[in-house]
């Protein structure tokens, strides 16, 4: 039997109006500055923090209108998330210091705002190597990172090739920080040697990788990312009305190990068919511990029907291996 990791499929929807905190870190998106005419963010900067961006082109002039206040006058978010060198696509960011609340002003008119991505963090946490997903295209390495991490205000598709040895990933969506005894559940962790590579469709803002250098050697292989996630699954970064759906197919019968996370209720749970062999499962209300499902099968398909109040979230992961 020969183990592949063939297919990771990351599947969140946001919450409207509520910024994600994490100990060291939060995390902000266009709908914690809609209808706001300031938002503060308290203790992350009282000595020194790192800030982030992300955009998107046509959310451009609304971020260049929502303003952080420094020590020293004002920086937009459009300003910060225009730190990207065009070569390699790896962000930098703007350092603030002693400031122990940190003000960010909406300048728009009705205090309007557009897709955005925005990251604070302490700057005691360290630094890793910081992307911007539209156009990533990292060379196989010569060295081991200690972290990477991806920004996007649009869902993006996140590759890294295959290589002959062996390797370790872990993947969280969070920023670097949330490797440090962050409450963040993995999304993703494979050990393999050679390692198969990987594909994550990422329906979120952020998503960070590290790997097992004290275990593994090798450093990784080329890593790409692209914006836009498959036909499929059609969901957006705030939808939350429209269903949401994930095919995991093969030529060849698979195994696969499935876990599911939800705080859905029973009429609106997530849906795991086999379709070849008509079996069924409905999951909802998991709690904190995640259900497992095994299936043997060429045809998996995975529904969510969201409730429409914002108030609502699944997580889906599987690990499929191919059945002689």
């Not at 859905?264 to 409905?282: F, N, P, Q, W």
Request: charged share 20%; glycine share 6%; hydrophobic share 35%.
């Amino acid at each position: 039997m020969i183990g592949r990791v063939c297919y990771y499929l990351l599947l969140l929807v946001s919450i409207a109006d509520a910024h994600v905190d994490f100990n060291h870190s939060r995390i902000f998106d266009e709908y914690d500055f809609k209808g706001k005419s300031s938002v503060n963010v308290d203790s992350l900067c009282k000595n020194s923090c790192r800030i982030f961006a992300s955009i998107t082109p046509e959310s451009k002039q609304l971020t260049a209108n929502i303003l952080i206040q420094l020590p020293k006058g004002f920086v937009s978010i459009a300003e910060v998330a225009a730190k990207v060198d065009p070569a390699t696509n790896l962000k930098s960011f703007v350092e603030v210091n002693k400031v122990p609340s940190l003000a960010i002003v909406n300048g728009n008119k009705k205090y309007d705002a557009g897709p955005l991505v925005l990251y604070i963090v302490r700057m005691d946490m360290g630094t890793a190597e910081v992307y911007e997903a539209g156009g990533l295209h990292r060379s196989a390495s010569k060295s081991i990172p200690q972290s990477i991490t991806v920004m996007s205000a649009t869902p993006f598709t996140l590759k890294q090739a295959p290589l002959d040895g062996p390797q370790g990933v872990h993947a969280v969506m969070g920023g670097f920080d949330a490797f440090d005894g962050e409450p963040c559940p993995e999304l993703y962790y494979a050990r393999h040697d050679p390692f198969p590579a990987f594909t994550m469709e990422v329906n979120g803002p952020i998503i960070s990788i590290i790997y097992d250098y004290d275990e593994y050697s090798t450093p990784p292989a080329e890593m790409t990312a692209t914006i836009g996630i498959s036909k499929v699954y059609r969901s957006s970064l705030y939808d939350t009305v429209s269903l949401e759906r994930a095919e995991v197919t093969n030529s060849e019968p698979e195994r696969i190990l499935v876990d599911v996370a939800t705080k859905s209720h029973a009429d609106h749970a997530v849906i795991l068919t086999d379709e070849d062999s008509g079996k069924r499962y409905s999951v909802s209300q998991t709690g904190n511990v995640p259900y497992l499902y095994t299936f043997n099968t060429k045809n998996l398909t995975i529904d969510w029907k969201p409730e429409g109040t914002g108030d609502s979230y699944f997580l889906v992961r599987w690990n499929s291996t191919i059945v002689p």
